[in-house]
């Protein structure tokens, strides 16, 4: 009939020929059919099989149908189940009623007409299907809900995950901003305090030289001049530190290769860090080279050496490395993207707790008591690598040991040396010049003017670059002019082209506290650093002074 599995069809009657009749009228649907001789026995097969139709006689001795249906549809499980009743008698009105109420939902009367049967029957099994199918295409949906709920649970999961990630991997950022622009803010204030403080040490150390020359030797006073002067000195070496800090110390970069620098190292470490200490390196093999200023790369690497010390009392392994290292690498940002050398130095002592790593770099931080550490070391570092363009990291835990790492960015060649470095040339056979001497600060221009004085030279003094050219102008016979960079109104280096206008062959000295010196070195004007001694200026002085000399006879002879 259809490619429909059979259905069960249910035929109760106490009388086995009826049932018989019933078959042979049946048998032709192809469905499967079942026979019960009872009510009993039809409540047995109902509760094992899953029928689609039950045909039903009314008249039966122990249970009637009617019973019988009224027993079946108050069963949850079939309540729809079609029940078809058979009967000759009990066929007025009120009996049909009856019999639908208990859950019929047809009659066919006695004498029983096949046809009218198979069609009664046809269309119950029909119906039993179709819903059969409805039901399946319902749990199939349902079943498909379901999954896709499941999925969006899972993708809803996922993007919370992601979600979650995104702001942690923001506010991760966001902290170390923070801390970047904490250690910025730092650096600004220091930067200015270690200027002024420059200034001040640069006048307290002049004024003792010349203090030293005009007293009368006698051992008690020299001490204390000397204990003055040593102290001083070490201000002024803890202001370079606070200038490295806030990337403002003078770099002299070069093309530095990193391995040679601390082969020439080694002897010294080795002296600093004591026989407990075994030091290793471990350089890539031909690395690249770096630029930075090799003097303070050697006092960083010093530093971090010491603090590695520090963290081993009693004794360990400290290992310098070096090899390659790209932006993406992930440590660092840099734009354009570019290469580094990175230089590590581990050890594997005490480490950090968090709140340690978190605030090593700042300036001052120390956990090494009152006077034994300044908290300057990291701080430098961290200095002479940004100001190099490159970066410091650090990865510490407590007992296990800590890696600094410094990212300075590569040079591919050697290049020749920078040559407007000073040259300490001695000084000749005295000879006395009118100096112009320019700076805004009061207490360093009368230290400078008091050097100036003891060397024997006549000084005229400018408080600003304005004041100075105004006496250029007026006194053609200067022979020298030494200027401050960092002043109010007009630089140092703005004073020098104003005066290069005016006379192209003026010797000028340029003084300065900062890095920041955009064109100086273009200009190739000789520099003194402050705080600067007399011994110094003077040797500058004769070196300028010198080259000016050549300069004069170089045009003579041109000219002849
Ligand atoms: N290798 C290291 N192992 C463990 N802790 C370290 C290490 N390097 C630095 N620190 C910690 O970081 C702090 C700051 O170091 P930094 O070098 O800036 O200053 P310092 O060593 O305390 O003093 P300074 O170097 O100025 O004499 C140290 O006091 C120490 O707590
Ligand atoms: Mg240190």
């Known amino acids: 009939m259809t490619a429909n599995p059979p259905v069960n069809i249910l035929l109760v009657d106490d009388q086995p020929a009826k049932l018989l009749a019933y078959e042979a009228i049946l048998k032709v649907l192809g469905e499967n059919l079942v026979r019960a001789g009872s009510a009993t026995e039809a409540l047995e097969l109902l509760l094992r099989n899953e029928i689609a139709v039950i045909l039903v006689d009314v008249c039966m001795p122990d249970l009637d149908g009617f019973e019988l249906a009224k027993m079946i549809r108050e069963h949850p499980r079939f309540q729809k189940t079609a029940m078809i009743f058979v009967s000759a008698v009990a066929m007025t009105e009120i009996d049909l009623l009856r019999g639908y109420e208990c859950g019929a939902v047809d009659y066919v009367p006695v004498p029983v007409v096949p046809d009218v049967l198979r069609a009664k029957v046809r269309i119950f099994i029909e119906l039993y299907r179709k819903t059969r199918q409805l039901e399946n295409l319902n749990a199939e949906l349902e079943r498909r809900v379901e999954e896709r709920t499941a999925e969006l649970a899972l993708a809803n999961a996922e993007l919370e995950r992601r979600v979650e990630e995104r702001t942690r991997e923001r506010e991760a950022a966001l902290a170390q901003v923070h801390e970047m622009q904490k250690i910025e803010s730092l650096g600004q204030l220091t930067g200015g305090l270690a200027h002024d403080f420059n200034n001040l040490l640069m006048a307290i150390l002049g004024s003792l030289d010349l203090l030293v020359k005009r007293l009368p030797e006698e051992p008690r006073t020299k001490r204390l001049i000397d204990n003055a002067i040593q102290a001083a000195e070490r201000g002024a ?39 407990t200490i075994e030091i290793g390196t471990e350089f890539e093999p031909g690395l690249v080279l770096t630029r930075v200023d090799p003097n303070q790369l050697e006092l960083a690497i010093l530093n971090l050496s010491l603090n590695a010390r520090d ?10 490395g070096a090899r390659r290292g790209t932006a993406e690498d ?97 000084v000749g056979p005295r000879q006395v010049f009118r100096v112009l001497v320019v700076d805004d600060d009061s207490v360093v221009l009368s230290g400078t003017v008091a050097m100036l004085e003891d060397l024997g030279h006549t000084v005229l003094e400018a408080t600003s670059g304005e004041h ?65 001694r007399q011994e110094e200026l003077a040797s500058l002085m004769a070196v300028s002074l010198g080259q000016q000399g050549r300069r004069h006879v170089a045009k003579a002879s041109a000219v002849a």
Do not use: C
Request: glycine share 10%; charged share 25%; net charge neutral.
């Open 237 to 275: 070496t803890l202001t370079k530190r606070l200038l490295a800090f806030a990337r403002r110390q003078e770099l002299k970069p070069e093309t530095v290769d990193v391995p040679r620098l601390v082969g020439g190292m080694m002897e010294m470490l080795q002296r600093s860090l004591g026989p």
């Open 311 to 320: 963290a081993m009392p009693s004794g360990g392994r400290l290992l310098i």
């Open 330 to 426: 992930g440590a660092i940002h840099a734009r354009p993207a570019r290469d580094f050398v990175r230089i590590r130095v581990t050890d594997n002592g005490l480490g950090m707790d968090e709140v340690t790593l978190k605030r090593a770099a700042e300036p001052f931080f120390t956990t090494k008591g009152v006077g034994k550490g300044t908290g300057l070391g990291l701080s430098m570092v961290h200095g002479l690598a940004a100001q190099s363009e490159g970066a410091m990291r650090i990865a510490s835990r407590p007992s296990e040991g800590t890696t600094v790492e410094l990212w300075l960015p590569t040079a591919e060649r050697a290049e020749p040396k920078a040559s407007v470095e000073p040259i300490f040339a001695t």
């Open 468 to 532: 100075a050219l105004n006496i250029v102008r007026s006194e053609p016979d200067i022979d020298l002019v030494i200027t401050d960079q960092a002043m109010p109104g007009m630089t140092g280096i703005a004073l020098a082209d104003a005066i290069g206008e005016l006379r192209p062959d003026l010797p000028i000295i340029l003084a300065t506290g900062y890095a920041e010196l955009p064109r100086g070195r273009e200009r190739g004007l000789p520099q003194l650093s402050k705080p600067y």
